[in-house]
């Protein structure tokens, strides 16, 4: 099992900055992808961005150029950073750990972490 945990979500006034952590049980270079997903009230989980044990990234088209999600390996971290907040943007943010093979006692899958929560106000 992979263990993720995130932090730094919370309330922040439309325009406003939030930087999202997320801190992996299993070293980070031997993850996949790794990943930010969102769900809204009402809504379907969505992606927001992902990053490839590469560093090559990708994001939804409603956040390229307000985001940035990148990672630290020696923190066995991956962070999201989110400038010119929208209200749109309000939802639980949640990290994803996607190891597709085996990594010593670890096995394949997709693994999430518990959400943290970001509302923004008009």
């Known amino acids: 099992q992979v263990q993720l945990v995130e932090s730094g979500g919370g309330l922040v006034q439309a325009g406003g900055s939030l930087r999202l952590s997320c801190v992996a049980s299993?070293?980070?270079?031997?993850?996949?992808?790794m990943g930010w997903y969102r769900q809204a009230p009402g809504k379907q989980r969505e992606l927001v961005a992902t990053i490839t044990k590469t560093g090559s990234t990708n994001y939804a088209d409603s956040v390229k150029g307000r985001f940035t999600i990148s990672r630290d390996n020696a923190k066995k971290t991956v962070y999201l950073q989110m400038n010119s907040l929208k209200p749109e943007d309000t939802a639980v943010y949640y990290c994803?750990?996607?190891?597709?093979?085996?990594?010593?006692?670890?096995?394949?899958?997709?693994?999430w972490g518990q959400g943290t929560q970001v509302t923004v106000s008009s």
């Open positions: 994803n750990a996607d190891l597709r093979r085996w990594v010593l006692t670890t096995p394949p899958g997709n693994y």
């Open positions: 299993l070293n980070i270079f031997s993850i996949d992808v």
